[in-house]
């Protein structure tokens, strides 16, 4: 025990000095194919693997960059068929509206005035167990395709919209449509904005984390109870966080025109008049009246007034710089170069805000290829450990413990309350709790608390891991040999994509 100890403290001590003389990694800038082959499989992926660096040296760099954007054409991994078919997805197999049916089952028996304490405490725990299942078994969907599809790209795509349309899982019944919601963002990763406007628009997952599915026009026959009146978080969200930006240009009033626009636009429990998951438009709860939003007339044409809206949003100007900012700064710098954020937003109103095209522009921009950005984004924790797998190549990692590990790093998945999603910027993740954490995750993940039965391959993850940088390299050096593992996947080397 105190060997294991003073091992822990060394890997500690030797991680803080990393950290200390690192703000951000001194990683050795090799010039060359071979530096860009690697900042593509970084930023394209959530890690590299031997795989993945033998198949762009065959195939080359432009050959890969294609697949990805088209991630029909790229066979799946067996490794990602042979974990889901050992997952239990009883639950995220099932329709979302049964779920919620089940749950409101259970409510419904809590009325009864004749059960004891104890009947009604098992029944209440039936449905935080049949929520907290359900939203397991779908983070462990998330997990196995993040690490083992070959789809990367797509897979970088879905953590990206998911915090752009971000939904936070706990909130009433959302946890049921949760699998649902992100395979959504996945077929249409790369498709034109307009289309993931309208997914999200119509996901229950989404009406009910932001209150649509209440939002109705208070003179309208069909408002009572809950559903009485407006309901501006939606549209407030949908112009600030969705589309056009904080300083897009609207006012308060285009908040409540589109909030009028939306009423109606609510979940169907009983899936006896929505869609297969739930939408459903109530005509009854609608307002009627003609709106004016962002200085256009729309008529009063039911759900169409919604779809109308969508359009003007989806092919504004504001959506383009916005849009074009996030996807600049998740893929290139913090702090994106304006040059890189205008080209991007004018080939998003070019192309309709086709996303694949976008992408595309992005990972052929000068600025993207610039090697004063290679290694200067810091990893979020979900990033880090999804990468900390991946570049060890660990075979049957326990995703539970990765789950542990993210809440312990304050970034739980599908658990962000605020509606701006989690952060991808270094400013928010880079602190000493964080760092100590991420250290000693390092030490356990190199002593096999994800899979006892697999050992790492030193050489393999130093391959992976790419050159080091002199001080990186110096630290190891001075180091025992069987603190090696560790202190690679510790380094800023593993912090940095």
Not at 59 to 87: D, M, R, T, V
Not at 208 to 228: C, K, V, W
Not at 446 to 459: P, T, V
């Amino acid at each position: 025990m105190r060997h294991k100890l003073r091992n822990f403290l060394f890997i500690l001590i030797a991680g803080l000095i990393f950290w200390l003389n690192s703000v951000t990694p001194a990683a050795a800038k090799v010039e060359g194919s071979q530096s860009r082959i690697r900042h593509i499989l970084e930023r394209l992926s959530f890690g590299v693997t031997a795989e993945e660096i033998q198949q762009v040296e065959t195939q080359g760099i432009e050959a890969f960059i294609q697949s990805q954007l088209n991630p029909q054409s790229i066979a799946e991994s067996p490794l990602l068929a042979q974990h889901l078919n050992q997952l239990d997805l009883s639950l995220i197999e099932q329709n979302p509206i049964a779920l919620r049916q089940q749950m409101g089952a259970n409510l419904k028996k809590l009325k009864n005035t004749k059960l004891s304490l104890e009947q009604q405490e098992e029944i209440q725990q039936q449905n935080i167990e049949l929520n907290r299942e359900t939203r397991d078994q779908a983070t462990y969907v998330q997990l196995a395709r993040a690490i083992y599809s070959r789809r990367q790209l797509q897979e970088v795509m879905v953590d990206f919209w998911f915090n752009h349309f971000n939904v936070y899982g706990a909130k009433n019944a959302i946890n049921f449509w949760l699998d649902d919601y992100v395979n959504e963002l996945r077929n249409y990763a790369f498709a034109d904005f307009r289309d993931l406007l309208q997914i999200t628009a119509t996901h229950p997952a989404m009406l009910i984390y932001l209150d649509n599915q209440f939002n109705s026009d208070p003179n309208s026959s069909d408002a009572r109870g809950a559903y009485g009146g407006l309901n501006e978080n939606y549209a407030r969200e949908l112009l600030e966080l969705h589309t056009l930006g904080v300083d897009g240009g609207y006012t308060q009033k285009d908040i409540q025109s589109l909030a009028r626009i939306f009423t109606g636009w609510s979940v169907d429990y009983q899936g006896k008049k929505g869609n297969k998951i739930g939408f459903y438009f109530n005509a009854r709860r609608h307002d009627q009246g003609e709106k004016v939003f962002l200085g256009q007339k729309i008529t009063a044409t039911g759900m169409g007034e919604g779809e109308q809206a969508l359009d003007i949003l989806a092919t504004h100007p504001a959506t383009a710089r916005f849009i074009s900012y996030k996807l600049a700064q998740y893929f290139v710098a913090d702090q994106p170069p304006a040059t890189l954020v205008d080209n991007l937003a004018q080939t998003f109103l070019t192309s309709n805000g086709n996303i694949k095209i976008v992408l595309d522009t992005l990972i052929h921009s000068k600025e993207f290829n610039d090697p004063r950005f290679y290694q200067q984004k810091f990893k979020t924790p979900y990033q880090y450990l999804i990468s900390l797998v991946r570049m060890s190549e660990i075979v049957q990692p326990d995703f539970k413990r990765i789950k542990g590990m993210l809440n312990q790093l304050s970034m739980p998945m599908y658990m962000c309350v605020a509606p701006t999603g989690y952060k991808n910027t270094q400013q928010a993740w880079l602190n000493p709790q964080s760092m100590l954490q991420k250290i000693g995750f390092a030490t356990a993940i190199a002593n096999g608390s994800l899979n006892r039965d697999f050992s790492l391959d030193d050489q393999q993850l130093e391959a992976n891991l790419g050159q080091l940088s002199p001080h990186t390299q110096q630290v190891i050096n001075q180091s025992p040999p069987k603190l090696l593992k560790a202190l690679l996947l510790g380094s800023p080397e593993a912090m940095y994509r």
